[in-house]
């Protein structure tokens, strides 16, 4: 819990209090997402790490494990509570501690029970942690584990307990990490209080608390956000001039960031020069935090050019390089390059994700080139890839502005099919929904009427007005009884309005 905390640049028009959230530990910045076993015999680790649902139960594993004779080492578990950690898969992680810690194979140092308090306050929030850290021994309640619940504070933005808790460990002399002050001014920046930033850093040089970069890229931020630049600037000149701090990509991507946003163009590219200068060769986040400033630019060849040298320096691109890449090319209008780089992604062998390709559909949607998109849809179907409800529905949007009402049904229809089997909740347009109904009932059978109504369930309310009158015009024009029709409307609470009247006087 208590490792280096890292506060990545990120992608323009984002602001601080993204930033101050994306704190994660150290290592994960090394973390290329993709594992490759080294040896064929199994260990506890390969049983435990494949497993691919977040919600699955590990203890299953762990009980097998020992009952079929194994050895359990705690530097494996801890390697596996860290794994787990960096990939965002809290509850695992917490269980393997519990499982740990109730089986009482190893004894918890106050290491362990940190990561125990940031894991519960993760899973069941503050309350718990507190619970858990009022219960410890007092030998146990070292700067690690007040650390630990002061972060759980900060992260659910309890800004009273937080600052209790901050005086509480400074009056005990416990608050002599950097990180203690990081989690005070990020709470801070969460809440839109910037203006306080810069005071915490001062307090804790004024205490003999010596920043780090994370300090700094906060207090940078703070200004940052306050579009003052040159408060931000003065940040920047003071921190290259500190001897204990060494100046990183990262720090000069921050600010390339808001010398963008505020249209600098010049000192932007200084940064960002500055920023490639001190890039670890082999680090694929660093080459993508740089391509996606230099879209925000509109420079596609830097976007072409670090795009070949990360794939010259990295073992491997995986999908995120690709995803950012594509989407620097579509955002620069080069619709082409992104053509060839989705080619290049498919013979790539890595595991199909269709974020990709969905990148290269949507700027097609947003130039008009709507055949292209669904082409393109079409395609990954035909060969039994995943394509997305929502992409469907914004391709209907799209020919529905264009005034294609029979593509805008046919798009819909996919999309509907599609949201039955997907967990995540997608909403059409309610106009898209509206003259769709519509468009059918005027020219659709009413079995087809009625299917689609039928579909609608779960994206809409599909006892409104507008479908019951699709449903009329529909019956009538093929001669069928709409008595029950009208029942069934009543029985919904909607009686008979002028334009159900108009409907069946016409028909």
């Known amino acids: 819990m208590n490792s280096r905390l890292i506060l990545l640049s990120c992608p323009i028009g984002r602001s601080v209090t993204h930033l101050c959230r994306t704190i994660v530990d150290g290592s994960l910045l090394g973390c290329r997402g993709y594992y490759q076993s080294r040896t064929r015999k199994p260990t506890l680790y390969s ?17 097998q494990w020992v009952q079929a004779g194994n050895k359990i080492r705690f530097a494996e578990l801890q390697r596996i509570i860290r794994d787990l950690r960096k990939r965002k898969r809290y509850n695992q992680a917490l269980e393997v501690s519990q499982w740990v810690y109730e089986k009482g194979l190893f004894a918890f140092t106050t290491v362990e029970h940190a990561v125990q308090l940031d894991l519960l306050g993760r899973v069941h929030g503050f309350s ?6 009022n219960d410890l021994e007092d030998e146990h309640k070292t700067e690690k584990t007040y650390g630990a619940l002061l ?7 309890q800004i009273d307990k937080s600052l209790s808790h901050l005086r509480k460990m400074q009056e005990m002399g416990l608050a002599s990490s950097a990180l203690t002050y990081n989690d005070i001014m990020c709470l801070y920046a969460n809440t839109g209080q910037y203006e306080k930033v810069p005071s915490v850093m001062y307090e804790m040089m004024e205490r003999g608390v010596r920043p780090d970069n994370f300090s700094y890229r906060i207090c940078m931020n703070s200004y940052g956000a306050r579009s003052d630049i040159q408060g931000m600037d003065r940040i920047l000149k003071e921190m290259e001039t500190q001897p204990h701090i060494a100046m990183d990509w990262n720090t000069y991507s921050v ?3 808001f010398y963008i946003k505020a249209g600098l163009t010049k000192k932007a590219l200084i940064a960002l020069k500055r920023a490639e200068d001190r890039l670890d060769k082999k ?20 976007i072409l050019r670090l795009w070949g040298l990360e794939k010259e320096a990295c073992r491997r691109c995986i999908n995120q390089d690709y995803m950012t890449v594509l989407r620097s090319l579509t955002r620069v209008g080069e619709l082409e390059e992104a053509e060839k780089m989705l080619e290049e992604w498919e013979s790539s062998g890595n595991f199909y994700d269709f974020r990709v390709p969905d990148i290269v559909i949507l700027g097609y949607i947003e130039k008009g080139l ?3 998109a669904e082409a393109l849809l079409d395609d990954l179907m035909e060969n039994g890839k995943a394509t997305s409800p929502e992409t469907w529905a914004k391709l209907a949007l799209a020919y529905f502005d264009r005034g294609d009402m029979e593509r805008t049904v046919e798009s819909m229809k996919v999309c509907l099919s599609l949201h039955e ?3 995540k909740q997608c909403k059409p347009d309610p106009k898209v929904i509206r003259a769709t109904l519509v468009w059918l009932g005027d020219n659709a059978s009413f079995e087809d009427v009625e299917a689609y109504v039928v579909s609608l369930k779960s994206v809409a309310a599909a006892k409104d007005r507008c479908a019951y009158h699709a449903l009329l015009k529909a019956g ?8 029950r029709l009208l029942e069934r409307m009543r029985a919904d609470g909607m009686d008979e309005d002028e334009e159900t009247k108009q409907i069946l006087f016409s028909g």
């Open 47 to 63: 049983k435990i790490s494949p497993l691919g649902n977040p919600s699955a139960s590990v203890s299953p594993e762990l009980d």
């Open 128 to 133: 718990s942690a507190e619970k858990y850290f």
């Open 151 to 157: 972060n759980c504070y900060t992260r659910q933005l």
């Open 255 to 257: 600010a390339a960031n």
């Open 283 to 302: 680090d694929g986040l660093g080459y993508n935090h740089l391509i996606t400033h230099h879209a925000a630019l509109g420079n596609k060849s830097e």
């Open 370 to 372: 709507l055949e292209k």
């Open 421 to 423: 089997s997907t967990v």
């Open 476 to 483: 009538l024009r093929h001669g069928k009884e709409v008595s």
